[in-house]
């Protein structure tokens, strides 16, 4: 990996839900660090030999320890410096939040993952295309409407934000852009007004802006 970097290296890919909980967190905390967008069909070689998963987000500390599971980057970060406390929401425990967190990263994400991109599970559909991803959408669904019913107060747990929330909602986010004409047509209007809020906030905006791919130097760009 070569030198140690002055400031933490974040590895990531604009449009990975995984990768934009990273940012998030980094962002909201204040915490400096370099910002390394890459294309996951032409890793650098600096991301493999930090991580050799390949997978981002990956968080390099000026320490040379390497964090690549994107929950561990936002607790890294908050446990820095927690200006909105999202680690201690008023009305949610951290086992509370965990649990949310693991449903959505668990059976949801399944389901989110065959809705979008159903061509990578040929194999489970069984010649039925259409059926499968409507089955997958409306299980699913079933998870959206339980997340809908949570946000009586606006947030997950109360009236602000938390882990839980921004860990969430950039899966919430792929999943209404997969076919947004029919996200708007369903009965959830909190989960609309949560995910639109989320959208419009300067955080958000602020960590979505476009980069340049960047390329370790070895691969022949710098």
Not at 83 to 100: K, R
């Amino acid at each position: 990996m070569g030198a140690l970097p002055a400031l933490p290296i974040l590895y990531s890919f604009r449009r990975c839900p995984y990768a934009m909980r990273a940012r998030l967190a980094l962002s909201i905390s204040g915490q400096a660090h370099e910002l390394r967008e890459v294309v996951l069909r032409n890793k650098p070689a600096d991301l493999l030999a930090a991580s050799p998963k390949g997978t981002v987000p990956v968080l390099v500390l000026p320490g040379g320890e390497v964090l690549d599971e994107s929950l561990d980057i936002m607790r890294w970060a908050l446990g820095r410096n927690d200006p909105a406390q999202w680690l201690a929401p008023p009305d949610a425990s951290s086992d509370e939040m965990a649990a949310l967190i693991a449903a959505n990263d668990g059976d949801f994400k399944r389901h989110l993952d065959r809705y979008k991109y159903p061509n990578r599970y040929v194999d489970e559909s069984g010649g039925d295309a259409a059926g499968f991803v409507l089955k997958h959408r409306t299980e699913a669904a079933l998870w959206l409407a339980q997340l809908d019913a949570r946000l009586g107060d606006g947030w997950l747990f109360g009236t602000q934000p938390s882990l839980a929330d921004m860990a969430i909602l950039p899966f919430v986010r792929q999943f209404a852009h997969t076919d947004a004409d029919w996200f708007a047509a369903q009965a959830w209007p909190r989960l609309r007004r949560w995910l639109a809020a989320f959208e419009a906030s300067d955080l958000y905006t602020g960590v979505m802006g476009k980069q340049a791919a960047w390329q370790s130097a070895s691969d022949g760009k710098a």
